[in-house]
């Protein structure tokens, strides 16, 4: 997906992406509603799927457009502030334990933001706060899920925000309109649009079956991901800041997911009946 949007960077606006994308994911859902019928869209928790749906489209709408704007690796290792939003905003909104060292490594975790961003005393790229913005408004709309995952199959809540951030997003979409040619046609359906549609079913599945601050850090492998493709296909070298924040990021949230894990054998094992 990060590929095929740094490819049409300049030719197709970030928006329009954003439409085609959920436009291509309501039609990949549709056949599993039908399945289930389309009864199965009313929802109880309607007013949680409209503010999960305008969190997730500032979200989408300000990743996208970074990607474009900035180096792969950069951009990705600064989405990947959103663990550690996870895990603060799953104190106040999930009623999450967080110990004092998940809570510290979480402050590691920034201050390798810090890193990345490198503010100094001659100013710095503002631009490198778009993706962390994102990843704030993020971090709520996958905090949402968790809650609507409770009571909502994984196409419902696919349904809800793909419809909900298209129409968010086609005013400035219709603004900015540029009909592809068929080669951006190919790479906006096959690659933007169909990976960043299993990405956001397996983010929703993942996030209905584990502790939010748990699954968080297992997504920071994209950044291995990415940081190759970034140099193989664009000639992306990260630069030192970048590399040191993206270290200092993925140990902190390792320790987190480890530590969650121990939390979680130790309390099971505490569970178990005597005999």
């Known amino acids: 997906m990060s ?13 329009q992406i954003v439409v085609i994308r959920c436009l291509f994911g309501l039609l990949l859902i549709f056949p599993a509603l039908a399945k289930t019928g389309f009864g199965s869209l009313k929802s109880s928790q309607l007013k949680l799927h409209l503010i999960r749906g305008l969190f997730a489209a500032i979200a989408i709408n300000l990743g996208f457009y970074s990607l474009t704007i900035l180096p792969l690796a950069t951009a990705t290792v600064l989405f990947f502030t959103a ?10 909104l999930l009623n999450e334990k967080v110990g004092w060292r998940r809570l510290l490594a979480t402050l590691v975790g920034f201050i390798g933001t810090i890193i990345v961003i490198n503010p100094g005393l001659q100013g710095f790229d503002q631009r490198l706060l778009i993706p962390v913005f994102s990843s704030v408004f993020f971090a709520v709309s996958l905090i949402l899920n968790k809650q609507l995952s409770k009571t909502d199959s994984p196409a419902v809540l696919m349904f809800y925000i793909f419809t909900i951030v298209t129409i968010i997003s086609l005013p400035f979409a219709i603004m900015n309109w540029t009909w592809p040619t068929t080669t951006q046609w190919q790479v906006l359906i096959f690659v933007v649009a169909l990976f960043a549609t299993s990405r956001t079913y397996f983010d929703i599945k993942a996030y209905s079956i584990g502790e939010a601050s748990f699954v968080a850090p297992f997504q920071y492998l994209r950044i291995l991901f990415v940081g190759i493709a970034g140099y193989l296909v664009f000639a992306e070298v990260p630069t030192f800041n970048v590399l040191l924040g993206a270290l200092v990021i993925i140990s902190s949230t390792l320790y987190i997911a480890q530590r969650e894990y121990r939390l979680k054998r130790k309390l099971g094992r505490q569970a178990e009946p005597y005999g």
């Open 3 to 15: 590929l095929g949007l740094k490819g049409l960077a300049g030719e197709i606006h970030s928006t």
């Open 83 to 92: 663990p550690l939003f996870v895990t603060i905003f799953a104190i106040p």
